[in-house]
């Protein structure tokens, strides 16, 4: 049992999150893995992060919700990194992606976004 809490992600909301992966990989910019994603947050460029769940250890993610927050970047957790590393497009799984541009994908976005600060109330 991890020590880090984190907000229970209702399936709907990450069933929209694999789905707005999947947008933004066809027409916007994504960046994957634990330490590009660190650096867009940091930077500032990411429009929201979404972080697979069953990451082990589960301290490979434990610094981006704090992250995040600080920068006031929208984030959100799925059951899969297989399933999210799938969404981007990859063979492998991923423990996390930043979209960076969402294309399409910006109403989603903005819905997710929402949701998650309802959620984190």
């Excluded at 940091?42 to 769940?53: D, K, L």
């Amino acid at each position: 049992m991890s020590v880090f809490v984190r907000f229970v992600t209702p399936k709907e909301l990450s069933d929209k999150a694999y789905s707005l992966a999947e947008i933004a990989r066809d027409g916007g910019k994504i960046k994957k893995g634990t330490n590009e994603v660190t650096k867009a947050a940091e930077r500032g460029e990411a429009a929201i992060i979404i972080m697979a769940t069953d990451v082990a250890p589960p301290e490979i993610l434990a610094h981006m919700p704090a992250l995040c927050d600080e920068r006031n970047i929208p984030y959100v957790y799925v059951p899969s990194k297989a399933e999210l590393g799938n969404a981007i497009g990859l063979e492998k799984p991923t423990a996390s992606i930043a979209i960076v541009d969402v294309g399409k994908g910006k109403p989603l976005c903005d819905e997710i976004a929402k949701a998650v600060r309802e959620l984190k109330k």
